[in-house]
C-alpha cells in the first residue's frame, strides 16, 4: 500500500490497510459510540481521549525507529484519523463538557 503525502488514508478510493485487528478495534469502538446514554458520553469522550494519547505515544516510537515500515506507519496515522472522528460523533450526539 502507498499513502502519497498530503493524502487521507480513510478517503473513499484510497487503498485500504488490511489489518483485522484496527478493524476489530473500529467496530467496537462505534458499537460503544451507538450504545452510548447521554450521562456516559462524557466517561465514552475520556476513554477515547485516552486511546488518542496512545496512539500518539505509539506513533512517536514508530515514526522515530528509523526501521519502521511505511505500512506501520500508515497504521498508526489511520487508527488516529479513526479515534479522532469518534471523538468528534461523541461530541455531536451529545453534550460532553
Known amino acids: 500500500m502507498v499513502i502519497k503525502y498530503n493524502e487521507d488514508p480513510l478517503a473513499e478510493g ?6 483485522p485487528e484496527l478493524l476489530m478495534f473500529v467496530m467496537e469502538a462505534r458499537q460503544a459510540i ?3 446514554a447521554t450521562e456516559d458520553a462524557a466517561v ?6 485516552e486511546m488518542m494519547n496512545n496512539v500518539v ?3 512517536r516510537k514508530i515514526f522515530d525507529n528509523s526501521t ?3 505500512e506501520e506507519q500508515t497504521k498508526m496515522l489511520i487508527k488516529l484519523q ?3 472522528k469518534m471523538m468528534e460523533e461523541i ?3 451529545t453534550p460532553v463538557m
Open 91 to 93: 461530541s455531536g450526539r
Open 34 to 36: 451507538e450504545d452510548v
Open 68 to 70: 519502521s515500515k511505511k
Open 57 to 59: 505515544d505509539e506513533m
Open 44 to 49: 465514552l469522550y475520556n476513554h477515547h481521549q
Open 14 to 19: 484510497t487503498p485500504s490497510l488490511n489489518d
Open 82 to 84: 479513526y479515534v479522532s
